[in-house]
């Protein structure tokens, strides 16, 4: 079981880029799946991106080709890349560790 912080929110412009960073308080190279989460407004939580510890990723549809997941296992931290940004990906985005660990969450607004 590892605690998990995210940072990187923020507010910026549609068609920008924001780099979201998900640091863990212990070892993640055992951690079969990691990845992230998102909460828009009214909406319930929805899968964004997940990475196995070979790097092995899978996308939501909706975020193909826009998004980046990384992570690394030697730094304990894993990262959301996220590009050509849309008004629609507003919403509170959340790491997650395995079955049960989750970060508080970190606020991203996307303005058209």
């Known amino acids: 079981q590892v605690q998990l912080v995210e940072s990187g929110g923020g507010l910026v412009q549609a068609g920008g880029s924001l780099r979201l960073s998900c640091a863990a308080s212990?070892?993640?190279?055992?951690?079969?799946?990691m990845g992230w989460y998102r909460q828009r407004p009214g909406k319930q939580r929805e899968f964004v991106a997940s990475?196995?510890?070979?790097?092995?990723?899978n996308y939501a549809d909706s975020v193909k080709g826009r998004f980046t997941i990384s992570r690394n296992n030697a730094n304990n931290t894993m990262s959301l890349q996220m590009n050509s940004l849309k008004p629609e990906d507003t919403a509170v985005y959340y790491c997650?560790?395995?079955?049960?660990?989750w970060g508080q969450g970190t606020q991203v607004t996307v303005s058209s």
């Open positions: 997650y560790a395995g079955a049960s660990d």
């Open positions: 212990g070892s993640i190279f055992s951690i079969n799946r």
């Open positions: 990475i196995t510890p070979g790097g092995r990723t």
